[in-house]
Structures are given as C-alpha cells and as structure tokens.
C-alpha cells in the first residue's frame, strides 16, 4: 500500500545545495517522489550558527511504515555525514543533513522514537512555508488548520527566501 509522507530536508555545513540533492537521491529509493518544494536559505532557528540553513519539503510516496521510514532516513542522514551528539538534548547542532517526517498520511503517532505530526511544525516558518508550496490546503491532523493557516500565525518570523 502507498503512503504519502511530507520529509523537511535541512543543511548548514558544507555544500548545502549538494547535501540536499545527495539527500534527494537517495531518498527516492524509498520511494517515488511526487513533488518538491524550491530550495529555501533560512535562518537558523533557536541556534547560533555561522551558516545559514537551506531547506526543502518533499512528497514521497512510498510502501514504507513509519517506523522503517525513519531508520531508512537515519541511514541516509548517517551517509551523507550527520553525526548525532550524545547531548542532543541540550540544543540544536549544525549538520551536514537532517530529515525530518512532518506528516505521514493523516496518521497521529506518538512513540518513543518518533512523533507524527512533526510536534514543532507550526512553530517553524522553514518548514511551514515550503510545505505551503506544495500543499498549501493539507489539514494538520491534530491542530485542525491548513498549512496556510498555520503559516499565517506562525509565531517565528525569522528571515527566509528561496535559495
């Protein structure tokens, strides 16, 4: 059975660019990617880093569970250079990829390793305005509003635009 995920790409080290093309090509042996947003350089958010984000927002459809899904996008983040700090906790680090599942089909799961919706999307203008691009009119399954209305009152204003 297809599923339909929304996958929020994000890098601030190195070749950006590269690392979310890299990311992109391998994540469609996941599955067939049936769109993608444009890539966007984005401020980073509730962190101090010298270079600035790019990222993207991509559908895929794909045979995957949740679950897999994201030990397969562990994998990915593990080959393109993504270290995982033991203090993750204690903030948010550069990196060279992360991937994150906003949303899987209308699901709601909520488990030790994996929270879906994404519990922090309507707080992130980076991954509210790419996702408005590509679905502008998804309804959050828990919050009840569209993408576009959770990007009208998004409380982060930081500074983004297509890269």
Same mark, same amino acid.
């Given at each position: 059975?297809?599923?339909?995920?929304?996958? $929020?790409?994000? %890098?601030?080290?190195?070749?950006?660019?590269?690392? !979310?093309?890299?990311?992109?090509?391998?994540?469609?042996?996941?599955?067939?990617?049936?769109?993608?947003?444009?890539?966007?350089?984005?401020?980073?958010?509730?962190?101090?880093?010298?270079?600035? =984000? =790019?990222?993207?927002?991509?559908?895929?459809?794909?045979?995957? #569970?949740?679950?897999? #899904?994201?030990?397969?996008?562990?994998?990915?983040?593990? %080959? #393109?250079?993504?270290?995982? %700090?033991?203090?993750?906790?204690?903030?948010?680090?550069?990196?060279? !990829?992360?991937?994150?599942? $906003?949303?899987?089909?209308? @699901?709601?799961?909520?488990?030790?390793? $994996?929270? !879906?919706?994404?519990?922090? *999307?309507? @707080?992130?203008?980076?991954?509210?305005?790419?996702?408005?691009?590509?679905?502008? %009119?998804?309804?959050?399954? *828990? $919050?009840?509003?569209?993408? =576009?209305?959770?990007?009208?009152?998004?409380?982060?204003?930081? =500074? #983004? @635009?297509?890269?």
């Amino acid at each position: 059975m297809k599923h339909k995920a929304y996958l $929020l790409l994000g %890098s601030n080290m190195g070749d950006r660019a590269a690392h !979310i093309e890299k990311a992109n090509g391998k994540l469609r042996a996941l599955g067939e990617m049936t769109a993608k947003s444009g890539v966007y350089k984005t401020e980073p958010w509730k962190m101090d880093a010298s270079q600035w =984000f =790019f990222n993207q927002v991509v559908e895929l459809e794909t045979d995957y #569970l949740p679950q897999d #899904l994201l030990e397969q996008i562990l994998e990915i983040e593990q %080959s #393109l250079g993504r270290v995982r %700090s033991a203090d993750a906790g204690e903030g948010y680090t550069s990196r060279t !990829i992360d991937i994150d599942i $906003l949303y899987f089909d209308d @699901e709601v799961i909520n488990n030790a390793t $994996l929270t !879906i919706p994404h519990p922090r *999307i309507q @707080e992130r203008r980076f991954a509210l305005a790419p996702m408005v691009e590509l679905n502008a %009119s998804y309804v959050h399954p *828990i $919050l009840h509003q569209t993408q =576009f209305e959770l990007l009208k009152t998004c409380p982060d204003q930081s =500074f #983004l @635009e297509l890269a």
